[in-house]
């Protein structure tokens, strides 16, 4: 993928990297951290093959990925004050390194230049889509909060968090291409449907990933979420499928947030003792099937096929 999209992404990064100057040293320092740290650029790939995917031969959409990745990037800012993480992508993550006040005005000032590029592009369209996503993520960044530590959080609400803050800019990542594109609206649904379900079954891996030892290999430490008391899939489904005992241990380290040593081991173990996160990847393929049969209405072709691709890759990568 990153191969089909090369020229495209080489100006998505001279865009990124024109938009991230300011007079104000610590703003590029601090955010060209992050930006650099070895991103995968996934969302803005999407945007990018999207338009390649439905024949689009402007430039509209090498500006529209780059607001794409300056909203994920002051999202990623915002997340790590409010988890309080050490790491990011296995370096120090930019609270540790300047500071949790920094990091939200740097944040906000990305935000502020994805703005101006949606606007730059001129499409009152495009801006709805790209706003509504950053305020949905924005909604389901306070709703995670809100359930943080709550261990009767049903499925749904979990569901509803991860919708909002992950799968809401893969959506409007894809759908924009088809925007851009001027593509009829069956067309645009399609990108839509295969974005939002594709970034359903990304977050669920990952939330399964943060109890596998796999975590080690993708720079990432192990138990995270639990460290942070946060309510994911593959705690739920741990916890209703627990003995009296086992609740009462899920509620001492994860509602009472009393964590001793052992007590990972412990969880990883009652994990795999209820299949939870092996329920959570089947999850993920289920959602990584819906958004592969979106693109059927498409023409088949090499990017159709390493959209697909992508997708698999992303389920299995939990193995």
């Known amino acids: 993928m990153q191969a089909l999209v090369t020229e495209d992404m080489a100006r998505v990064n001279e865009t990124i990297l024109a938009r991230m100057h300011s007079p104000v040293a610590l703003i590029p320092q601090l955010a060209g951290h992050l930006i650099a740290s070895g991103g995968k650029r996934l969302r803005p790939m999407l945007t990018l ?9 402007g430039t509209r959409h090498t500006k529209l990925a780059a607001c794409v990745e300056f909203i994920h990037t002051a999202t990623l800012l915002h997340d790590d004050v409010v988890d309080d993480s050490d790491l990011r992508r296995g370096k120090d993550s930019a ?63 979990y569901l509803q968090v991860i919708e909002a803050k992950t799968a809401a800019l ?12 001027e593509r009829p609206e069956n067309e645009e649904v399609a990108l839509a449907s295969f974005g939002r379900n594709f970034g359903i079954a990304f977050q669920l891996v990952d939330d399964a990933l943060d109890y596998s030892a796999h975590q080690a290999t993708l720079g990432k430490s192990v138990g995270d979420d639990f460290r942070e008391g946060k309510i994911t899939l593959p705690v739920i489904l741990a916890y209703r499928r627990g003995s009296e005992d086992e609740r009462d241990f899920w509620k001492r380290t994860i509602e009472d947030m009393d964590q001793k040593d052992g007590d990972l081991g412990h969880a990883l173990a009652l994990m795999d003792k209820h299949g939870a996160i092996t329920d959570t990847i089947e999850r993920a393929r289920h959602y990584g099937a819906i958004a592969r049969d979106a693109l059927a209405i498409f023409q088949d072709s090499k990017t159709r096929q390493l959209l697909n691709d992508i997708v698999r890759f992303c389920v299995e990568r939990a193995y």
């Not at 093959?49 to 031969?57: F, K, N, P, V």
């Not at 893969?170 to 594109?181: C, D, H, L, M, S």
């Open 49 to 57: 093959a999207g338009a390649r995917l439905i024949g689009y031969e």
């Open 170 to 181: 893969f959506e409007a990542a894809t759908q924009i291409a088809a925007v851009v594109g």
């Open 95 to 157: 609270n540790v390194l300047w500071g949790n006040k920094p990091s939200v005005l740097v944040g906000d000032f990305l935000f502020s230049r994805a703005f101006e590029l949606m606007v730059e592009d001129g499409s009152l369209k495009v801006l709805r889509l790209l706003s509504h996503a950053s305020s949905v993520i924005a909604e389901g960044e306070v709703l995670q909060l809100s359930i943080s530590n709550d261990l009767e959080t049903p499925e749904e609400s």
